[in-house]
């Protein structure tokens, strides 16, 4: 609505400093005074700052120069350098902060080394800096790090050089620990009592006017939108000038609001959603399907509201899910059926050499295949209804030297993964159809996932768990199982309802001896690092080892839960025995 984008680098989104304790171990997100002061700009965060920016503005106003209006700020608090010099230890970023600097890095003391430092700057010790935040201070961690190893120079005033990030002692050393703490911070109850005050300032009915000068957060005149017709500017080299100064000064956003913000509301009820409630998951009595077959897959279709269960060598198509297709034929066909009259919709001969391990669907129109002869296969999917279903080649993906016994998708970061028998785990691009990255080898993976909000990477590896960050870069690994024959079977996300915040990362993990664990993602005490704590333990069977609908359950009904579903308000699990049961957070309530 106020014209930022991610794609122009001088009207790019703009975030802001909510915390201002940046030197304790551990940090209190219940003491208002670890944040800054929402309802003033950051170059009014200390009184006497506060002073000196009002006395310029003074002095320019009495000047009384009509061409170049009072201002309090000689600087913005977004620009396109303020951008790229925040993220210039990544690309393309880099290259754009050496085309506006002409070539050469910056002075090393004048660099984003710090974020302690850069709050200090911004908020109380340099009169040229009122700097905000961008949004990557909230979910990219890796813009804080200096994986590329540039040569970024030395500090004079230290003699330190200029690397990876210098972060509060409160981050434990690890970005990923400073952005989590940090989008906490920002969802923390303060920040959403005071963020409308803030929003004034960047947005709203204190951007201009009066109230603008009242709250000292008045920036060149030329920053404003519509200060300038460019072209009723005679002179080209004046025009020229203009334009430049906008694009390098910085530009204040659209003024969206005329009157105060109104403040968030209370929620009336806290929502019970599985990252706050997972604790009172409850197994309802009946057993939704019974099949006797092993489930492979749920899927719930909210156009149908029903929930799809696929059996091993199975995939129902999407996204209205009126066919399947099946593997695992004599002829190493692939072969699609109408859901309704499972009659023939497709038969496909050749897709590989021998016959096919796994199949997965990276969106309604890619699928991917998984054959015996090591390679994978994207195929083109042209359906509508009533008709048969079109199979076209797409591409061949070859980097695998055993079958891939393990496909995961995510359709947000358009990322396959796969992992073969001999436990290599590669990662592939699906807009480009093309190698990524191999991810790690060791034995074999049983199951896996892609986290569709933060990109984290579940892999499920015998009896312990391990999760890596899209880049590879391992956050944990951890034995999940208590019992010596046991080992995990399946895995999942909780993912919420889109890109809410979410109180815990939950992950579920399914297990041969019928159990299901739910665990949170925490930060480790003490010295930081991630672990995994355990939630909640969901079993499929009665305590007395019989299975809960009373059916066939294996030894002792304690079947490898195969399958699981997370939702926003229940989970879904399936098993070997082909039992499929629901875990609702409200039903305990209700009792």
């Not at 609505?1 to 703009?14: E, I, K, S």
């Not at 929502?271 to 197994?283: E, G, P, Q, V, Y």
């Not at 359906?383 to 947000?412: D, M, N, W, Y």
């Not at 019989?546 to 997370?566: F, I, M, Y």
Request: glycine content about 8%.
């Amino acid at each position: 609505m106020a014209g930022r984008t991610f794609n122009d680098l001088t009207q790019y989104p703009v975030f802001p400093w909510v915390l201002a304790d940046y030197t304790s171990e551990e940090l209190d997100l219940e003491n208002p005074a670890s944040f800054r002061d929402l309802s003033k700009p950051m170059g009014a965060q200390h009184n006497s700052r506060a002073a000196d920016f009002t006395e310029r503005y003074k002095t320019f106003a009495d000047m009384g120069d009509q061409n170049t209006p009072a201002f309090h700020y000689g600087t913005h608090y977004s620009s396109a350098m303020i951008v790229t010099s925040y993220l210039i230890r990544l690309e393309p970023f880099v290259k754009s902060f050496l085309l506006l600097q002409g070539g050469n890095f910056d002075h090393a003391d004048r660099m984003f080394y710090s974020v302690q430092k850069a709050w200090q700057s911004a908020s109380k010790d340099n009169m040229t800096d009122v700097r905000e935040l961008i949004p990557e201070f909230f979910y990219l961690p890796e813009f804080l790090k200096n994986t590329n190893n540039y040569n970024f120079g030395t500090r004079q005033s230290d003699g330190g050089s200029v690397d990876t990030v210098q972060l509060p002692p409160w981050a434990k050393g690890d970005p990923k620990i400073f952005v989590a703490k940090n989008r906490e911070a920002l969802e923390s109850p303060f920040v959403s009592k005071h963020l409308h005050q803030w929003i004034d300032l960047i947005f709203g009915c204190k951007q201009r006017g009066e109230a603008a000068i009242e709250s000292v957060n008045v920036f060149h005149h030329l920053s404003y939108h519509g200060a300038t017709n460019l072209d009723s500017i005679p002179d080209e080299e004046d025009r020229k000038r203009t334009i430049s100064i906008i694009h390098n000064f910085g530009q204040t956003p659209y003024q969206i609001f005329s009157r105060p913000h109104q403040a968030r509301e209370e929620p009336r009820s806290r929502i019970k959603r599985l990252d706050n409630a997972a604790l009172s998951l409850t197994r309802l009595p009946f057993a939704l399907l019974e099949s006797h077959e092993r489930v492979a897959s749920l899927i719930y279709a909210p156009k149908l509201d029903r929930l799809l269960c696929a059996t091993a060598f199975r995939l129902n198509l999407p996204p209205t899910y009126d066919k399947y297709l099946e593997w695992g034929f004599a002829d190493n066909s692939v072969r699609f059926f109408f859901t309704e009259s499972r009659k023939p919709a497709g038969l496909f001969e050749n897709l590989h050499q021998g016959q096919i391990s796994g199949g997965i669907f990276a969106s309604s129109q890619l699928l991917i295949t998984a054959g015996e002869d090591c390679v994978l296969s994207a195929h083109t999917i042209v359906t509508s209804p009533s008709k048969p279903v079109e199979l076209q080649p797409r591409s061949s993906l070859f980097g695998h030297k055993t079958p891939v016994i393990t496909l995961a998708v995510s359709k947000s970061f358009s990322t396959l993964l796969s992992a073969s028998a001999d436990g290599i785990v590669l990662l592939w691009d699906l807009n480009r159809l093309e190698f990524v990255r191999k991810l790690t080898n060791g034995r074999p993976v049983e199951s896996a996932a892609i986290n569709d909000v933060t990109g984290d990477i579940l892999l499920c590896r015998g009896q312990k768990v391990a999760l890596f960050t899209l880049n590879g870069e391992l956050i944990l690994e951890q034995n999940v199982c208590q019992d010596q024959d046991d080992y995990v079977a399946s895995c999942a996300w909780y993912e919420g309802t889109g890109n809410e915040w979410l109180e815990s990362t939950l992950l579920f993990t399914g297990q041969r001896r019928g159990v299901v664990n739910c665990w949170k993602k925490v930060v480790g005490k003490g010295k930081g690092g991630w672990g995994l704590e355990l939630v909640k333990r969901m079993v499929h069977f009665d305590e007395d080892g019989t299975a809960v609908s009373g059916g066939n359950g294996g030894s002792n009904g304690e079947a490898a839960v195969s399958c699981v579903r997370a939702m926003a308000q229940c989970v879904y699990t399936g098993d070997e025995d082909g039992r499929v049961y629901e875990w609702d957070i409200i039903a305990r309530e209700q009792r």
